[in-house]
């Protein structure tokens, strides 16, 4: 495991990632509304720009550069992925809801990469969260299936990886 990773939104269905993660080694920061549960976390609001900014430079202070994020946000129309992304120094993996794989709105990848646009040091992998269709019947990814889907997606570090699947798009829950 790299030197220094932030998780962003790991209380809840990313927990399993998060002890994966601290059972590796390296030094870890966990951000998110309760965060203080976990040994590494410091509470903040993604929504509030401010606490954001604190938060990320109290784990910067206290555990060095990020070299490896993964962050879920709710939505990327706020400033908490940007400040993300300028302060990663290697990889930066955004976990997205399957609402970016919709066939009619393509542009909608591209528009959540553009978090990293014009940040070298900040090397941006995508996460789509899926669902599964067991005997005729769909259902949304459990915590377990997302947390071991983006732990496998950072180990293998692709550029975009879909967990579950995305098609046919008629098919989800």
Not at 25 to 41: E, F, I, K, Y
Not at 57 to 65: C, D, K, M, Q, S
Request: charged share 20%; net charge positive.
């Amino acid at each position: 495991m790299p030197g220094h990773v932030l998780v962003v939104g790991g209380t809840g269905m990313l927990t399993g990632l998060v002890e994966a993660l601290a059972g590796d080694g390296g030094r870890l920061s966990l951000l998110s509304r309760r965060a203080s549960q976990h040994p590494a976390g410091i509470d903040c609001d993604y929504h509030d720009e401010a606490a954001f900014g604190r938060a990320l430079e109290a784990a910067i202070r206290r555990n060095g550069p990020i070299d490896l994020a993964i962050a879920w946000f709710h939505t990327l129309k706020i400033a908490a992925p940007r400040l993300l992304a300028e302060q990663v120094r290697g990889r930066m993996f955004q976990v997205l809801g399957s609402a970016t794989a919709d066939p009619a709105h393509p542009h909608r990848l591209a528009t959540a990469a553009a978090v990293s646009v014009g940040l070298p040091d900040c090397r941006l992998r995508q996460v789509v969260l899926g669902f599964r269709v067991e005997g005729g019947a769909s259902r949304w990814l459990s915590n377990a299936e997302i947390s071991g889907g983006v732990l496998e997606a950072v180990r293998a570090d692709r550029q975009l990886t879909v967990v579950g699947q995305v098609e046919p798009w008629a098919a989800r829950p």
